[in-house]
């Protein structure tokens, strides 16, 4: 029986395979923590369709998606890639304070 709070879909919302690969991640993550979109639209004060629009028609924006994020106790962050291929990795020195 389905209700107004969306906890029938707790731990079971559906993931596109054309959805950007960080919000896949994303609702795997909700998934496993057994939480709702609802739940944590209401925590990161976004719309509840807001986040499900992520799976299917637009991607967030940074702001948004690291709000969601800390409900879920995940953080966003960027970090070098391998070298290239064809070019040889830059050195640089350690800095240290």
């Known amino acids: 029986m389905a209700n107004h709070l969306g906890t029938r879909w707790r731990g079971k919302i559906p993931i596109p395979a054309h ?3 960080l919000v896949r991640q994303f609702i795997a993550e ?13 925590r990161s004060g976004q719309r ?4 499900s ?3 299917y028609s637009r991607n967030p924006t940074i702001a948004s998606f ?12 960027i970090r070098r890639r391998g ?3 064809g070019r040889p990795p830059k050195h640089t ?3 240290r304070t």
């Not at 969601?68 to 962050?77: M, Q, R, T, Y």
């Open 53 to 55: 629009e992520w799976r």
């Open 93 to 95: 020195e350690e800095v």
């Open 48 to 51: 509840r369709g807001t986040l």
């Open 30 to 42: 909700a998934n496993e923590q057994q939480t709702t979109l609802t739940e944590i639209a209401d």
């Open 83 to 85: 070298p290239r291929i």
């Open 66 to 77: 690291e709000a969601a994020l800390n409900v879920i106790d995940l953080e966003l962050c």
């Open 19 to 21: 959805a950007h690969p």
